[in-house]
């Protein structure tokens, strides 16, 4: 069985080849280190004091995100040729199959990258890429959105007791979505812009109502069972992701909606989703903030007892990641010298954790500690 981190039992044959079993044992969880290196580059580009090598240093983790994505996303379809009866079983996993969602989070982040990044490094060719890249990502992020939440209802075993906040992960990718289409909308033609934008908003709803459903549950759960064992520890971090995007996401549409419907004939209505992604951003931003607090109290709990590492341990970086880019955005558009502020400190602990954990995940590999199991069994 796969345990609830997500790490594999090591069961395989001993006669196996090495390469062949890591291709068996990779799995979709490992996407999670693209989203939290992407939203690094991303974080370390928005960050509001101006210090020497910054830009080169978040323009080098995307083009290393690039790097890895491709590298995963060629051992994974290796995985699915290789050992496709076990590969189709992710769908019967409670817990597996929701790391299906961290792919196209992990390529938004990229898709982001080639928009901040892009046209300086390669030209005006990146928005081009970026476009292309962004309708693959919607319709990963949409399948993961509904497929996923209908084998939970139709294939897979869960109970409230055994309820953690990976449940989130194939849903907020919907919304990271959201975000990249809202990014690249300013770049297109004006028609094409205000379609794209009320899509966007189409994509927010997708998931954040749901998303926001989800930690209500989590809320229940946790005040009836407790804090969950210390191998899913981690996940308490993963709350803060949907709220720190949807956050996000109304305040990067908000800024494109006025000349979006404007260039419609909606003069009127732009300037009102401004209005209500700017209140709306706050008003998340300050939800989020309560789940920040709580994560950093449960994390200490843990720390009591003893944190083992794993995969899960990059929940760390993507949420941390998103909500302080809401919190710089909101300093961009307020004005507020606060949110600025802090928004730099949640960046400089973003960096701190991605290198505490990419650190660890390097060890690990060179011990192939986290190849260390076949592919995917029932649970």
Request: proline letters at 6%; aromatic letters at 12%; one cysteine or more.
């Amino acid at each position: 069985m796969i345990t609830l981190d997500g790490n594999l039992p090591p069961i395989a044959p001993a006669t196996a080849a090495p390469r062949a079993a890591i291709v068996r044992n990779f799995t979709p969880n490992w996407f999670t280190v693209t989203m939290g290196t992407g939203v690094l580059a991303l974080a370390l580009d928005r960050f509001p004091v101006a210090v020497p090598g910054m830009t080169g240093l978040a323009v080098g983790l995307w083009l290393a995100n690039i790097g890895l994505f491709t590298l995963f996303g060629l051992l994974y379809a290796a995985h699915w040729l290789m050992f496709f009866d076990e590969a189709r079983r992710i769908f019967d996993h409670p817990v597996m199959s929701m790391f299906c969602g961290a792919i196209p989070m992990g390529l938004a982040t990229i898709i982001n990258g080639f928009v901040a990044f892009g046209p300086a490094v390669i030209g005006p060719a990146a928005l081009s890429i970026a476009w292309g890249l962004w309708w693959i990502d919607v319709a990963m992020a949409v399948a993961c959105g509904l497929a996923i939440p209908y084998f939970m209802f139709t294939r897979q075993g869960h109970s409230m007791a055994r309820l953690t906040a990976v449940w989130l992960l194939p849903v907020v990718a919907a919304e990271v979505a959201a975000v990249s289409g809202g990014l690249l909308v300013p770049h297109l033609a004006p028609a094409q812009g205000f379609a794209v934008l009320i899509f966007c908003y189409v994509l927010w709803a997708w998931s954040v109502p749901l998303a926001l459903a989800i930690l209500a549950l989590l809320f229940l759960r946790l005040a009836l069972h407790k804090l969950p064992e210390r191998a899913m520890g981690v996940t308490a971090w993963l709350a803060l992701g949907p709220i720190g995007t949807g956050a996000l996401g109304l305040l990067v549409l908000g800024a494109a909606a006025p000349d979006a419907f404007a260039a419609a004939g909606l003069p009127a209505v732009g300037k009102t989703a401004f209005g209500l992604g700017l209140l709306g951003g706050v008003v998340l931003w300050g939800y989020a903030s309560w789940w920040l607090a709580l994560a950093v109290l449960k994390t200490i709990h843990y720390l009591g007892e003893g944190l083992p590492f794993n995969l899960g341990w990059w929940g760390f970086t993507f949420p941390l990641g998103v909500f302080a880019l809401a919190t710089l955005a909101l300093g961009q558009a307020t004005g507020l010298e606060a949110f600025a502020a802090a928004g730099a400190v949640l960046v400089l602990c973003l960096a701190a954790l991605w290198a505490i954990v990419a650190a660890r995940t390097v060890a690990a590999v060179a011990r192939r500690s986290r190849f260390a199991g076949p592919g995917l069994r029932p649970a």
